[in-house]
């Protein structure tokens, strides 16, 4: 009870997350084994391992507890799995997504473009 009231005190920075986003992950890491090493430190709601060829070697892990999160984070960032060391971030959506907003603005310049018949010289 009394670290459930100590906690409701506490002011945490913006930054932080439940969702933590793991990088630098050893390609033959299993789920098992993931839940081992996250699941120290409090109840894990979800852990998504990417499969594909962009995405192997991160994982992301979302945490019930904001606080076990941030637990987390700040002992598992720099751990030692298969010698690679772990690089455990909080999820931030707008970073995430920023990626994909240019790729597609890249995409609707192109065609417009095609459309009005505007050639760029790239090469000089």
Do not use: G
């Given at each position: 009870m009394a670290m459930m009231q100590r906690r409701?005190?506490?002011r945490l920075p913006p930054e932080v997350n439940r969702i933590l986003y793991v990088r630098n992950l050893p390609y033959k890491i299993t789920a098992e084994?993931?839940?081992d090493i996250f699941g120290k430190y409090g109840a894990i709601r979800q852990i998504r391992v990417g499969n594909t060829p962009e995405t192997r070697g991160t994982a992301f892990?979302?945490?019930?507890?904001i606080f076990d999160a941030k637990n987390a984070c700040d002992h598992l960032s720099g751990f030692n799995?298969?010698?690679r060391y772990l690089?455990?971030?909080?999820?931030?959506?707008?970073?995430?997504?920023k990626r994909v907003?240019?790729?597609?603005?890249?995409e609707e310049l192109e065609k417009v473009?095609?459309?009005y018949g505007v050639t760029t010289d790239d090469k000089k």
């Open positions: 409701t005190n506490v084994e993931m839940y892990v979302v945490y019930e507890d799995v298969c010698n690089v455990v971030l909080y999820y931030q959506a707008n970073r995430a997504f907003d240019v790729d597609k603005k890249k473009k095609t459309k």
